[in-house]
């Protein structure tokens, strides 16, 4: 599967934004779909998490209560939607999949297959 993530972009502190991760090749029905970010010098890090059914979600943290995830299997389309962007949030966001139907350890990048190439987000304070 090919994964196509787009929406990122250049915002100041407190704004919004809403990342898409779009699937092609096959279906991602049957897939758990994360999210990761990677901010400049910094490791990748987990953000969050979606099963397939989308009633088990994963957050990290850092973005619990700001950033939510969300998927429209019938678009095979997964989103993240991002309130109060901080500075700190500055990253190149990449979305995964994996399969199966449980979380499993959603933060583990390592499980996850499939890899869209990352879409850039910067928060200016």
């Known amino acids: 599967v090919q994964l196509q993530a787009s929406g990122g972009g250049l915002v100041q502190a407190g704004d919004s934004l809403t990342l898409s991760c779009a699937a092609s090749?096959?279906?991602?029905?049957?897939?758990?779909m994360g999210w990761f970010r990677q901010a400049p010098g910094k490791e990748r890090e987990f953000v969050a998490a979606?099963?397939?059914?989308?009633?088990?979600?994963a957050y990290a943290d850092s973005v619990k209560g700001r950033f939510t995830i969300s998927r429209d299997n019938t678009k095979n389309t997964v989103y993240l939607q991002m309130n109060s962007l901080k500075p700190e949030d500055t990253a190149v966001y990449r979305c995964?999949?994996?399969?199966?139907?449980?979380?499993?350890?959603?933060?583990?990048?390592?499980?996850?297959?499939?890899w869209g190439q990352g879409t850039l987000v910067t928060v200016s304070s």
């Open positions: 995964a999949g994996k399969t199966g139907r449980t979380l499993g350890f959603p933060n583990d990048a390592r499980g996850y297959r499939d």
């Open positions: 090749g096959r279906t991602i029905v049957n897939n758990v």
């Open positions: 979606i099963t397939w059914s989308g009633g088990s979600t």
